[in-house]
Nanobody, 118 residues
Framework: QVQLVESGGGLVQPGGSLRLSCAAS????????MSWYRQAPGKEREVVAS????????DYADSVKGRFTISRDNAKNTVYLQMNSLKPEDTAVYYC???????????WGQGTQVTVSS
């Protein structure tokens, strides 16, 4: 069965850094666009970053540009989100998503909590 397992979340101070990982299995990872979403308390889920199948193209929400970097390692079936200069407003549950419009298939992880606080 398909699995997307996020890890690396936790409590960090403002200005700190964190790297999230998402390990995928049960599908052809290299054929899917990978994305990170987040959902803060009382707010709707929003896309944070996306990366193309080969890693040649990336896209970011304006709120994280210059601070976050998405990357992928197709040999390891893993996508990462490097988060620097973290702010309290980055606090949210972060979700990993795999998507293929061509195949019409979309998968979600269970999420990992990121809390930025003093």
């Amino acid at each position: 069965q398909v699995q997307l397992v996020e890890s690396g979340g936790g409590l960090v101070q403002p200005g700190g850094s964190l790297r999230l990982s998402c390990a995928a299995s049960g599908f052809t990872f290299s054929a899917y666009v990978m994305s990170w979403y987040r959902q803060a308390p009382g707010k709707e889920r929003e896309v944070v970053a996306s990366i193309s199948t080969t890693g040649s193209s990336t896209d970011y929400a304006d709120s994280v540009k210059g601070r976050f970097t998405i990357s992928r390692d197709n040999a390891k079936n893993t996508v990462y989100l490097q988060m620097n200069s973290l702010k309290p407003e980055d606090t949210a549950v972060y979700y990993c998503k795999a998507g293929s419009r061509l195949l019409g298939r979309y998968y979600w992880g269970q999420g990992t909590q990121v809390t930025v606080s003093s």
